[in-house]
């Protein structure tokens, strides 16, 4: 039986983790372009083993958030650390750290899927037997042995998202930050995708952006709720059907429909 979702005001429900495990730690982070305030003042914390779901309408400050945690936007405020590495401070050591799929996963189309991986090793510094293991790793984990010869160019949209997804992944990094991972992919890609960050979330910290509520339900501990650049929930998805005794859906529909205090 569909029981009416409880108004629901701005709130946050925030946890508390041990700190030794800390992998991701945001502070007061804020980003404008010119009279749009994309980020608005976000701090949280992620820790190893966990998969932050972070959840928004479009035009939310989901992309500009990971970006500047990808150290690909410079804040106007505010600071984040990725394994310890300040990403104002120490960009380079960041990057090496972390694996990032960004919104459109840019790539060289006119090149093979197998070149573009190697040139990415390249610009990883995986060389030698270290290389080919990598390939050997990350090729099967994203299903693409089939297109591994075809260029870039020639690739459905669905293709070209595991690619992005296994230069996110083959330096085998301790953080993960995927901006809507599934984009464009079918049902049983998408089973797919989401199986594998289950699969890798216990041994990694990942941020997965999205607006896709069912992919929230289907592979976060944790779920981030963020509209017009401030962050209006922090909990779990299950917390947050419980505590309002209504479905994902409308707990989010009403959350980020309601005015953000300035």
């Given at each position: 039986m569909n029981r009416e979702c409880r108004k629901i005001t701005s709130w946050k429900l925030v946890h508390r983790y041990d700190v030794e495990t800390k992998m991701i730690s945001v502070d007061k982070l804020c980003r404008t372009f010119g009279s749009i305030v994309a980020?608005?003042?976000?701090?949280?914390?992620?820790?190893?083993?966990?998969?932050?779901?972070?959840?928004?309408?479009?035009?939310?400050?989901?992309?500009?958030?990971?970006?500047?945690?990808?150290?690909?936007?410079?804040?106007?405020?505010?600071?984040?650390?990725i394994c310890g590495y300040d990403i104002r401070e120490d960009p380079v050591k960041v990057r090496k750290c972390l694996g990032y799929l960004s919104e459109n996963a840019p790539a060289y189309g006119e090149m093979t899927v197998g070149s573009f991986l190697s040139f990415i090793c390249d610009a990883r510094d995986i060389r030698g037997t270290k290389r080919q293991q990598a390939l050997d790793r990350v090729v099967p984990m994203c299903s693409i042995e089939s297109v591994y010869y075809q260029s870039i160019e020639t690739l459905s949209k669905g293709y070209k998202r595991r690619v992005g997804l296994a230069q996110a992944l083959i330096h085998?990094?301790?953080?993960?930050?995927?901006?809507?991972?599934?984009?464009?992919?079918?049902?049983?890609?998408?089973?797919?995708?989401?199986?594998?960050?289950?699969?890798?979330?216990?041994?990694?910290?990942?941020?997965?952006?999205?607006?896709?509520?069912?992919?929230?339900?289907?592979?976060?501990?944790?779920?981030?709720?963020?509209?017009?650049?401030?962050?209006?929930?922090?909990?779990?998805?299950?917390?947050?059907?419980?505590?309002?005794?209504?479905?994902?859906?409308e707990v989010f529909r009403n959350i980020t429909s309601t005015r953000v205090d300035a």
């Open positions: 980020v608005d003042d976000i701090s949280f914390e992620v820790q190893k083993g966990h998969v932050l779901g972070f959840l928004g309408p479009n035009g939310a400050g989901k992309s500009t958030a990971m970006k500047m945690l990808a150290c690909f936007l410079e804040p106007d405020s505010g600071t984040a650390s085998d990094p301790q953080v993960l930050i995927l901006d809507e991972p599934t984009d464009g992919l079918d049902p049983n890609q998408k089973y797919e995708v989401r199986s594998l960050i289950n699969k890798m979330a216990g041994e990694k910290c990942i941020i997965v952006s999205t607006h896709i509520l069912e992919e929230v339900e289907a592979i976060c501990s944790r779920t981030i709720i963020i509209a017009r650049g401030k962050i209006l929930a922090d909990s779990t998805p299950k917390e947050l059907k419980d505590r309002y005794q209504c479905s994902l859906e």
